[in-house]
C-alpha cells in the first residue's frame, strides 16, 4: 500500500514509512492512495474472531509489505493482551436502541490506549531494522500524553518529549504521565500556555530544518495515519455483534480533531454497512457548523468539562475534505492555505454533499452533557464521562430510524473526570484498581516558559540524532 499527501506534493511512502514521519513535508498529512475493500462475505467470515486475529485481519490491507500477517498479528496479541477486558472493546446496552462500546479498558483508561499500544510496538519493529532513532514530539491536553508515554516508555531509539499546558490537566492526567520515570521520557509543563500554544510549537518544529536536520521528529498525535488504521477495527469489531454485514449500525463519536470519526468513515469505505455517523461537539462546535452549515471558520477555544473536545482546528477533517473533493491535492492545499491565512474557509459543494450523505452533526452543551451523565446513571447504572455523554446527548436526539441501533463511543472511564460526574450524579467514580497507587507515586515534570525557543533548546540537548 503506498501513502499520499493530502496536499499532493510530497513524496509517496509505504507503510513504514507513514508510521515513522510525521505531517507530510508538504504540510499535508498521509493517506492510503485506495481505500481497500471487504465484501459481504468477507465480513460475515469475521464475525466470532477474537479482537487480536480480528484486528490484524482488517489491518493487513493498509499494511501491506512492511509486516507479514504473522508478525502484525503478534503485535496486535501483545497491544491487546495489556487491556483489562478480554473483548478489549466491550459493549454495553442502555436501552432499546442506544448501547455503548467502552474504549477505556486499557492502561491509562481512554481509547487513545487502543492505537497508541499498538503504534508503540510498531516504532520499535520498525526502528531495530535500521540504525535510526526517533525522536516524538507530541502536545497534549492529557489523555495523549498518558497513552503515547506509557506506550513508548522504555522502548529502545525512541525518545518522547510531551508538552502539556502547566495546571490545565487534570491531576489523574498529570500523574498518568509524571510518574513514569523511564529515562526516555520527559514531561514538560509550559508555563502561561494553553493547549493550542503546545501544539503550535510542536508544529513549528516539524517545519525547522535545524531540529529535522538532526533529528527524526515523529508524531503520536492522530495525523499520524496509523493510529487511525488502529482504530478502524473496532467499528467492525462492533457492527459484527450486532448484525453486520446484514444489519446497519449507526454511531455516535465524542470529536475533536475528527480521529476517531475519520476511522469511521473509513470503516465505511471499507465495506462496513455503516447507516450514520454522528459527529458530537462540545462549545467548541468548528465541526458542528461545517456540517450543517458548510462554515470551517476557528473560533475561540472555550474551557470545558470535556477537554479533549477543546479544540478549533480538526486536523483529520482534511483527511475527509481530500476523499470527498476528489482526491485533488492541489486543489485542497490551495483551500487549506485560505484557511491558515484567514482562520476561515467555505466547504465545497462536494465536500458538503458528500459528508451530508453519512455524517450528522450535533453539538452539546454543558446542561446537556450533565442531563445525559444523570440519564445514563439513572436509567441503566452507568457511569459515562463527560466526552461520552456528549456523544450520547447526540445519539439521542439523532432522530434515527428507532431500528437502527446506535453505538455510542465511550472514549474515556468516568473516574478520569470525577468532579463532573459527581456533580451531575451524587456519585464519585472510583480509579481502578490497576492504576491503584497513581497518587502515591513519585512525578517528574520539568517546567518552561512556553516559548519556542525553550522547548527546541530543551529537546535538542536531550534527545538523540536520528543515525546513531
Ligand atoms: C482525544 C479524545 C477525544 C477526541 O478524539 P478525536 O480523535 O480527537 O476526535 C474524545 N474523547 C476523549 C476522552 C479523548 O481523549
Redesign the pocket.
Known amino acids: 500500500m503506498e501513502y499520499v499527501s493530502t496536499r499532493g506534493t510530497a513524496p509517496t511512502l509505504d507503510f513504514e514509512g507513514a508510521t515513522l514521519a510525521g505531517l507530510a513535508s508538504d504540510g499535508g498529512l498521509y493517506v492510503p492512495r485506495e481505500w481497500p475493500r471487504f465484501d459481504a462475505a468477507e465480513i460475515a467470515a469475521m464475525r466470532g474472531l477474537p479482537y487480536a486475529k480480528l484486528a490484524a485481519r482488517i489491518m493487513q490491507p493498509f499494511v501491506g509489505e512492511s509486516l507479514t500477517l504473522d508478525r502484525l498479528e503478534a503485535l496486535c496479541e501483545t497491544a491487546y493482551g495489556r487491556f483489562s477486558h478480554d473483548a478489549v472493546t466491550p459493549l454495553v446496552q442502555l436501552d432499546g436502541q442506544n448501547w455503548l462500546m467502552e474504549l477505556f479498558h486499557g492502561p491509562t483508561l481512554?481509547?487513545?490506549d487502543v492505537a497508541l499500544q499498538l503504534l508503540g510496538l510498531l516504532f520499535e519493529e520498525f526502528l531495530a531494522r535500521s540504525d535510526r532513532n526517533l525522536t516524538i514530539v507530541g502536545a497534549t491536553s492529557g489523555?495523549?500524553g498518558s497513552a503515547a508515554i506509557d506506550a513508548v516508555a522504555g522502548r529502545a531509539k525512541v525518545d518522547i518529549f510531551m508538552l502539556h499546558p502547566k495546571g490545565r490537566v487534570s491531576d489523574v492526567q498529570r500523574r498518568q504521565m509524571t510518574t513514569v520515570l523511564a529515562p526516555n521520557v520527559h514531561n514538560l509543563a509550559l508555563e502561561g500556555a494553553s493547549f493550542d500554544d503546545c501544539q503550535a510549537i510542536v508544529k513549528r518544529m516539524f517545519n525547522d530544518r535545524a531540529m529535522t536536520d538532526r533529528f527524526a521528529i515523529g508524531a503520536v498525535n492522530?495525523i499520524n495515519w496509523a493510529r487511525l488504521m488502529a482504530q478502524v477495527v473496532y467499528y467492525f469489531a462492533t457492527a459484527l455483534q450486532l448484525g453486520a454485514p446484514d444489519r446497519e449500525v449507526a454511531f455516535s463519536v465524542?470529536?475533536?480533531?475528527?480521529?476517531?470519526?475519520f476511522a469511521g468513515y473509513v470503516a465505511q469505505q471499507m465495506g462496513l454497512p455503516i447507516a450514520r455517523l454522528i459527529v458530537a461537539t462540545n462549545v467548541n462546535d468548528i465541526l458542528y457548523r461545517a456540517l450543517a452549515f458548510g462554515d470551517y471558520s476557528q473560533g475561540t477555544v472555550t474551557a470545558t468539562a470535556s477537554p479533549?473536545?477543546d479544540i478549533q482546528v480538526s486536523s483529520n477533517f482534511e483527511r475527509l475534505l481530500f476523499d470527498l473533493g476528489g482526491r485533488d491535492g492541489l486543489a485542497l492545499s490551495a483551500q487549506m492555505a485560505g484557511f491558515e491565512a484567514t482562520k476561515a474557509m467555505q466547504l465545497t459543494n462536494a465536500q458538503r454533499e458528500g459528508a451530508a450523505g453519512l455524517f450528522t452533526s450535533c453539538r452539546a452543551d454543558a446542561d446537556q452533557m450533565a442531563h445525559a451523565i444523570r440519564w445514563a446513571w439513572e436509567h441503566c447504572g452507568e457511569l459515562i464521562?463527560p466526552?461520552t455523554a456528549c456523544a450520547l446527548h447526540a445519539a439521542r436526539v439523532a432522530g434515527l430510524d428507532p431500528a437502527v441501533p446506535i453505538v455510542t463511543l465511550a472514549?474515556?472511564h468516568a473516574a478520569k473526570f470525577p468532579e463532573a460526574v459527581e456533580r451531575a450524579t451524587g456519585q464519585r467514580p472510583g480509579l481502578p484498581s490497576r492504576v491503584g497507587d497513581l497518587f502515591e507515586r513519585e512525578e517528574r515534570c520539568v517546567g518552561l516558559t512556553g516559548t519556542y525557543d525553550a522547548v527546541a533548546g530543551f529537546v535538542a540537548e536531550r534527545a538523540t540524532p536520528k543515525a546513531g
Open positions: 481512554a481509547f487513545k489523555d495523549t492522530s465524542p470529536t475533536g480533531n475528527f480521529g476517531d470519526v479533549s473536545m464521562d466526552h472514549t474515556a
